[in-house]
């Protein structure tokens, strides 16, 4: 009998099997060369650890809690959209393993299951995630939407005002199902002329002149605390902090947006240093192990999300699979803290982790 898959790598060894190549190229993808996809995965593999022995390492919590809302452990699930195209159930599987692995799950915008149907799917924290489009209205509504269904924070995208070349897609002529969100809302016909339907959507959609000040306008329409997600300098995340948001995500969008955008882990210590715990930090892109989990955490994150593992998961194996994932990686987190000598996430330091900067600075 053949076994299941036992890492996420497998994972989407499974899902690329399964899924129409299309789709498959939609999920994987990233931008124009793709040096940041491949560097998201690449920066981890160059930071190794400095364990430390001899520590009673025979309970391990790794319970959190981000913006007081509790979680079994730092990882959380990143916006992704248009789930349908890897499972039918969509949206409100990802949602119903996320709640059984008590994680929070950040709602994309472009779900093809509705804010509505996620909410009453089951009980869990979730997070709204949300793009500034031309149309002004449509944002009001759908963070109203949010709000009056229970979501508990709003993740602003900032690194999209354009969507990034994303070449498989153009090259297949990738087609989109309907965003569940939109509908009645936004009619615009968004056919492409012989390239990608999301591009040609996004162009006739996204609002490309937003700036610093719509952040204090999406303030001015809701209570709800606001995240912004795609920061990668010092110099933006200093600027956030002044916007007043309540957190910060370090992320290149899953190297899907500008190539040659450094790896979001390459980025996260400049962030840490210049937010200075002023609010949290969540870092995405590109974690595949426990190990790249705990390396997050010892550069200064205080979680991190997944993004395409979770949408492997739901194409292999659908909210199962989900739910497996979720647990495959917060049971290696949880075996890399005991084989560091970290019983707790408060144990976890900067000096459990040498980067290649650590390696560089040594030699002079
Ligand atoms: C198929 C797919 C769809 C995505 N959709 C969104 C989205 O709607 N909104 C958003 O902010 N980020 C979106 N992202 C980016 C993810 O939130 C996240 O930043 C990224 O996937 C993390 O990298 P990883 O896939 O290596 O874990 C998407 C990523 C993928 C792969
Ligand atoms: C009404 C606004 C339309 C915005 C179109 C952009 C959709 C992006 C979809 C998912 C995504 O972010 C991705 O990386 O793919």
């Known amino acids: 009998m053949e076994s299941g ?7 989407e060894e499974l899902a690329r099997k399964i899924l129409l190549k299309m789709n498959y190229d939609f999920f994987s993808g990233g931008a124009e060369d793709r040096y940041t996809l491949s560097e998201n995965i690449k920066a981890f593999q160059r930071i190794l650890f400095r364990p430390r022995v001899l520590i009673d390492v025979s309970k391990i919590d790794m319970s959190t809690s981000l913006l007081g809302f509790k979680m079994a452990a730092p990882i959380m699930v990143a916006p992704t959209g248009l789930l349908k195209l890897a499972n039918h159930e969509g949206e409100v599987a990802v949602a119903r393993a ?3 692995c008590n994680t929070i799950m950040v709602l994309s915008f472009s779900s093809n299951r509705t804010i509505e149907e996620v909410a009453s799917s089951c009980d869990a924290v979730r997070f709204f995630q949300l793009y500034i489009y031309k149309q002004r209205d449509v944002c009001i509504t759908l963070v109203k939407r949010a709000e009056s269904n229970g979501f508990k924070a709003i993740v602003l995208t900032v690194d999209t005002p354009r969507l990034g070349r994303r070449e498989a897609d153009i090259k297949n002529k990738f087609v989109i199902p309907k965003f569940a969100n939109l509908e009645g809302l936004l009619s615009v016909n968004a056919k492409s002329k012989g390239g990608s339907d999301l591009e040609a959507f996004a162009s006739a959609t996204l609002d490309d002149s937003v700036s610093w000040k719509d ?8 209570k709800l605390p ?5 920061i990668l300098t010092a110099e933006d995340a ?30 996260l210590e400049e962030v840490v240093r210049a937010v200075s715990g002023a609010v949290p930090i969540i870092l995405d892109g ?21 993004g395409r593992p979770i949408v492997y998961g739901l194409a292999a194996k659908g909210e199962n699979g989900v739910r497996q994932v979720i647990e495959m990686l917060q049971n290696e987190l949880e075996l890399t803290m005991a084989l560091n000598g970290c019983p707790g996430l408060k144990d976890i ?10 390696r560089l600075r040594s030699m002079l």
């Open 5 to 11: 898959p036992v890492n996420l790598n497998e994972f």
């Open 98 to 100: 996320a709640a059984a």
């Open 215 to 222: 952040i204090e306008w999406l303030r001015s329409i809701t």
């Open 226 to 230: 606001i995240l912004l997600k795609g």
């Open 238 to 267: 200093r600027k956030a902090v002044e916007a007043r948001v309540a957190g910060i995500i370090v992320s290149n969008h899953g190297a899907r947006q500008l190539d040659y955008a450094p790896a979001s882990i390459s980025a």
């Open 286 to 306: 590109g974690i595949r192990r426990g190990t790249d989990v705990f390396k997050a955490l010892a550069l200064g994150a205080n979680a991190v999300m997944i």
């Open 349 to 358: 330091t900067r000096n459990h982790v040498q980067t290649e900067h650590d």
